[in-house]
């Protein structure tokens, strides 16, 4: 399974474009990068997945280069209830599996 | 219906009592998960269940036994915990096999403190 490794924390102003990169080098050729995001006593949501380029939906973007060793996930213009703690994870999805989460990324965002 | 239910919210136990954690969803999927995560750590896979069937244990203590008893429930039978083992005790529930099966929905959560 492809480790992860993201910033430990980001701060960030309300308003502004979030951008938090994960590392995963040795991903697999059939693995997707899928993006959680966790709100304190509360279980992860899920925001986003997605293999290669670029994915959009109503809360995220997801930028994968060609070489897929890293991503990008692209808040627009945070607000306060967006600071949570940021998870990318690797894997296949076409079964169900083993996920591990990384260290995941605390982000701040302040007013 | 995209949601996960978990109850209790909370549950403090002694070492030497016996409870369980229950799970429930109503969204067909085929594969449920136990996680535990402690304060500002990621969560931990313990168990994964795919069709009723236990298909993953991540060396998970006997304290800890899981239960599928149908697609919709799953639950977590707990005995002679230790103090270390209070955590946030998470399930999560996915679709088995197809696209769907990477992205998982998770409930709230169980606060189990074992004094």
């Known amino acids: 399974l492809a480790k992860t490794t993201q910033p430990i924390s980001m701060d960030s102003y309300e308003g502004q474009e979030v951008n938090i990169t994960c590392s995963h080098n040795n991903i697999a050729t059939n693995d997707y990068i899928t993006w959680y995001q966790q709100f304190p006593s509360q279980g992860p949501r899920f925001i986003i997945q997605?293999?290669?380029t670029k994915v959009t939906n109503e809360v995220a973007s997801l930028f994968i280069p060609a070489d897929r060793k890293s991503s990008t996930l692209s808040l627009p213009r945070v607000s306060l209830s967006d600071t949570a703690v940021y998870y990318c994870?690797?894997?296949?999805?076409?079964?169900?599996?083993?996920?591990?989460f990384g260290s995941g990324t605390k982000l701040n965002v302040k007013p | 219906d995209t949601e996960v239910t978990q109850t209790p919210k909370h549950l403090v136990m002694g070492m030497t009592n016996k409870k369980s954690l229950k799970c429930e969803q109503h969204?067909?999927?085929?594969?449920m998960y136990w996680y535990k995560q402690k304060a500002k750590k990621p969560p931990e896979l313990m168990f994964v269940y795919s069709y009723e069937k236990l298909s993953i244990n991540e060396s998970v203590p006997s304290r800890f036994s899981p239960e599928c008893p149908n697609s919709s429930l799953l639950n977590l039978h707990l005995h002679a915990l230790q103090p270390e083992d209070s955590a946030l005790y998470l399930c999560?529930?996915?679709?088995?096999?197809?696209?769907?099966?990477?992205?998982?929905?998770f409930g709230p959560g169980t606060r189990l403190t074992v004094l």
């Open positions: 994870l690797v894997g296949p999805i076409y079964n169900f599996n083993k996920f591990y």
């Open positions: 969204m067909g999927h085929r594969a």
């Open positions: 997605g293999y290669k």
């Open positions: 999560a529930s996915s679709q088995a096999e197809g696209l769907g099966a990477g992205t998982q929905y």
